[in-house]
Each structure stands twice: as C-alpha cells, then as structure tokens.
C-alpha cells in the first residue's frame, strides 16, 4: 500500500504478492491489486461535489515462474512497468545438465519525451556440456545471439 501524490490528486495503490506452487512449479506475481486515484474538483463543473474518486486495475510489478524436475530446470522472470511502458525479462533452461539456456530481454514501449515507439533487445545464450561434433575436427559447445531494434512514429 502506498500513497503518491498526482497533479490530478492523491494516488493510493493497494497491492498484494502470492506464490503458486503445484507439483515441480512455482509461480509468483508480485504487487497487483487496485489503483485509486482521489481529485478534488476545480469548481469550473456544474455538478456539486467535495471529491471524485477513481479505481482502476493495478498491474502486477512482476510475475515469476520457476519449475524443478530431474529433467529439466530452471525460472524466469518479467519485470513490468506498465505506466512508463518498460518490460524486462530473464530466463534460464537446463535440461539434464546437458544443455543450458539464458535469456534477457527488454522492450521499452514509451519515449521518455512521450513520442510513441518501441525499443527493444534481447539476447539468448546456449551452453552445451558435450560438444557437438561438426565436420573435421569443429566442435560446437556454446553459441549466443543478440538482436535490437528502434521505432518511432512522427506524429502528422
């Protein structure tokens, strides 16, 4: 729960965290709840009132997932800040120890001068344990890869 003090008025956010276990799964969202927004009126209205109260969905800040089996393990999480429109997520894989997975990716759907577009990058990394034999004597053990990419729409 916390208070944030708005041009429009005075912000109360009411959150809550729980964690799901079934079976080798774990997931967690973290802070979801309800936004509420009290304003005072500025008196230019022709409705008589004292205060104007507002509630909205409050996204979560976060949600998790972890799964641990003798197969295979590993979690991941995305981060969210839906108001400045910034999602970063983090992964990681291993299957029988054998082949490891990492991911990292992050998406900014807002300009910070409020201009619309997107940024986003993500990079994905393997590690293999046994060496996979290629031709002659090339072995492939590990491998990673990037990719970025920049939007922007001019307004007319």
Do not use: Q
Not at 44 to 68: H, Q, R, T, Y
Not at 126 to 139: A, D, K, N, P, V
């Amino acid at each position: 729960m916390g208070f944030d003090p708005k041009d429009e008025g005075l912000g109360l956010d009411v959150g809550t965290s729980f964690k799901l276990k079934l079976g080798p799964i774990t997931g967690v969202v973290e802070n979801i709840g309800l936004s509420n927004l009290l304003s005072f009126p500025n008196g230019n209205s022709n409705e008589f009132s004292l205060a104007d109260i507002k509630v909205a969905f409050k996204p979560p800040n976060g949600i998790g997932i972890n799964i641990d089996t003798n197969a295979v393990s590993g979690g991941g999480y995305l981060y969210i800040n839906a108001e400045d429109g910034r999602y970063v997520g983090v992964a990681g894989l291993s299957i029988k120890d054998k082949i490891k997975l990492s991911a990292f990716g992050l998406i900014n759907t807002k300009f910070p001068d409020g201009r619309k577009g997107y940024s986003f990058l993500i990079f994905i990394s393997g590690i293999f344990t046994h060496s996979i034999r290629l031709w002659f004597y090339f072995e492939w053990s590990r491998w990673s890869s990037w990719y970025s990419s920049h939007h922007y729409c001019r307004g007319t």
